[in-house]
T-cell receptor, first 113, second 116 residues
């Protein structure tokens, strides 16, 4: 059963703590993405990676970090430097350079207490 | 600067009616225009997509109309059903070599409610 999995589905964090959101895909896709979704704001790109061991900042990278050590995994760390981290986080993947369709995971809802 | 403007923010239609959502873009280099459907608490799912070489694409009850000169594209949902109630996002990107097609720019979304 191919697809993108994100865990956990719900995550609660105390202020000042770092948390890591998991994203795994078994689609053999080269590119992976992290988006943040806030009500009425659409989806905003945080980070993306087109190949293993390489990633670039998106539009709102401040306060976030990523790694891409394996093709199938692209974890996102929300650091204490992110001032307003409560949001719905979505991971996506795409096959390669010459395809355009991005497929999304089910999302993780992060709440800062 | 918002590169893809989507309207309306919310839309209520009756069952069997036509739902129309509009998007306008600014970057003339964009050449891929998908629409995503998202149900509450779920990730977006690709609904239908179009490229500028055609003015219309239809898949079942869903149609994209594309106007390159006006830099606008729209989603039409025919015979709208309560199960279509969801948030719809338009997006745009430019494809090409060198990995330049990495980024989808999204509209802010339209919440569609189809009343029974």
């Amino acid at each position: 059963d191919g697809g993108i999995t994100q865990s956990p589905k719900y995550l609660f964090r105390k202020e000042g703590q770092n948390v890591t959101l998991s994203c795994e895909q078994n689609l053999n896709h080269d590119a992976m993405y992290w988006y943040r979704q806030d009500p009425g704001q659409g989806l905003r790109l945080i980070y993306y990676s087109q190949i293993v061991n390489d990633f670039q900042k998106g539009d709102i990278a401040e306060g976030y970090s990523v790694s891409r050590e394996k093709k199938e995994s692209f974890p996102l760390t929300v650091t204490s430097a992110q001032k307003n981290p409560t949001a719905f986080y979505l991971c996506a993947s795409k096959s390669g350079h010459y395809t355009d369709t991005q497929y999304f995971g089910p999302g993780t809802r992060l709440t800062v207490l | 600067q918002q590169q893809v403007k989507q309207s309306p923010q919310s839309l209520i239609v009756q069952k069997g009616g036509i739902s129309i959502i509009n998007c306008a873009y600014e970057n003339t280099a964009f050449d891929y225009f998908p629409w995503y459907q998202q149900f509450p608490g779920k990730g977006p799912a690709l609904l239908i997509a179009i490229r500028p070489d055609v003015s219309e694409k239809k898949e079942g009850r869903f149609t994209i109309s594309f106007n390159k000169s006006a830099k606008q594209f729209s989603l039409h949902i025919m015979d709208s059903q309560p199960g279509d109630s969801a948030t719809y996002f338009c997006a745009a990107s430019k494809s090409g070599s060198g990995g330049s097609n990495y980024k989808l720019t999204f509209g802010k979304g339209t919440l569609l409610t189809v009343n029974p």
